[in-house]
């Protein structure tokens, strides 16, 4: 991660994602501050599911829904901001593919085009799409930042077909926050 002072550390009832990091200033200069993943082992069988958060939102209100109540076993990732996001999220995604059943589709959702780290990330519950560009890192300089396409895919029989393409307004999404 990129957190200047390693882990573990002890967990407590009610802590938050900003008890935690103590400080923006405890992450690393190259730290993506928008996008922490908790990794959570949900009991009792002990499947793994995936949160973000905005550590910079989370500090601005702590104690508020943008700063996540921690679970005990939680893991807390910090990425960089360079467009490779490492061997941790691949190994998330592979944790989230292995423990998939019943021929569902992958809690995969994947960002690309003018985003700062297109590719693969973490299907998060209730997901929006400005989430999935957080994730991406934000888009980069050269994006054309107006409209954008969100396809969507539904596995039928094993095999994967498209099944809605939607026009976005990202001007839009952007002042609505």
Known sequence: GHVQRPGPYAWRPGMRLTDLLGGLEMLKVNADQRYVVIRREVMPD????????????AFA????????????????????????RGTTLTTL???????????????IVTVGGRVRAPG???????????????????????AYAQTAELTRYDVVG??????????????AMRDSG
């Open 46 to 57: 002990r499947h793994i599911e995936v949160v973000s958060a905005d550590a910079v939102a």
């Open 61 to 84: 209100v702590k104690g508020s829904a943008a700063d996540p109540t921690l679970e005990r076993r939680d893991r807390v990732i910090v990425f960089s901001r360079a467009a490779d």
């Open 120 to 142: 693969n990330y973490p299907y998060e519950r209730e997901m929006t799409v400005t989430d999935l560009v957080r994730a991406g890192g934000g888009l980069d300089d050269a």
């Open 158 to 171: 094993g095999e994967r077909r498209q099944t809605e393409v939607i026009d976005l307004d990202l001007r």
């Open 93 to 107: 995604l592979d944790e989230l593919r292995l423990q998939n059943r019943d021929n569902r589709p992958d809690p």
